[in-house]
């Protein structure tokens, strides 16, 4: 798959198997993978278009072995389980956050991923993306100085992916951010910073739109 994606597109693709994915974060082993990726094929829908996201699911959290995630990834801090389903295919944004993010695939998919480094003044070039194959039932650890996003369908039916955050993240904002910086324009949801491409939803509804360059389709 990973050679198949690479013909196709102008954007590096790589397995995160490989040595470019260490700078953007690890693939994980060992934890209880299984039965949250079942919930997914069992009980979530990938919508008719675009993404579905749930931020936090009660029953996923409340799964024999869920906590683990807490325990031994987070060091007991509180965590929040959820999904992302959906058809998406482009770049359209580039988010952060200030901890790691747990992506588990329920399907083959694709992440793309730049490094909170390359912003400079608010502003990216698309082109700083690189892109990484996940096959079905592999979970990473994304750093918090990766940016990343929705991830990127690799077939017709979609995708569905497991998001495992400290608790609270992606939940709307109690203030508005008190500008104090140039990263407080950034500031989008707790504990999530996003910068946008020019005419996405996002940027319509105020995201920062710093993206440069071409908001360009994974194809396969």
């Known amino acids: 798959m990973v050679e198949t994606l690479r013909k196709k597109n102008q954007v590096p693709v790589f397995s ?4 470019e994915f260490a700078s953007y974060g690890r693939v994980l082993t060992g934890y209880p993978t299984q039965e949250l990726v079942t919930y997914l094929e069992e009980k979530t829908p990938v919508p008719e278009s675009g993404n579905i996201y749930v931020a936090s699911d009660p029953e996923m959290e409340a799964l024999p072995g869920a906590q683990a995630f807490s325990r031994d990834l987070y060091g007991e ?22 901890s790691s993010e747990v992506d588990i695939a329920a399907t083959p998919q694709v992440l793309l991923l730049a490094h909170l480094w ?13 892109a990484f194959y996940l096959p079905k039932g592999t979970a990473v650890e994304l750093f918090a100085t990766t940016l990343h996003f929705s991830p990127c369908k690799v077939t017709e039916a979609g995708f569905k992916t497991v998001i495992i ?30 910068i946008a491409c020019p005419g996405t939803p996002q940027a319509e ?6 993206i440069t360059g071409e908001n360009f389709s994974l194809k396969f």
């Open 16 to 19: 995160v198997d490989s040595p």
């Open 77 to 98: 801090m509180p965590i929040e389980i959820g999904y992302c389903n959906g058809n998406n295919s482009r770049l359209n944004c580039l988010e952060y956050h200030k």
């Open 118 to 130: 390359e912003i400079v003044d608010n502003a990216i070039d698309s082109s700083k993306a690189a």
């Open 165 to 194: 955050l400290p608790k609270g993240t992606n939940f709307p904002l109690e203030q508005p951010p008190r500008q104090r910086g140039a990263e407080e324009k950034l500031l989008w949801m707790t504990n999530k910073w996003l």
């Open 205 to 210: 509804k105020g995201a920062w739109a710093g």
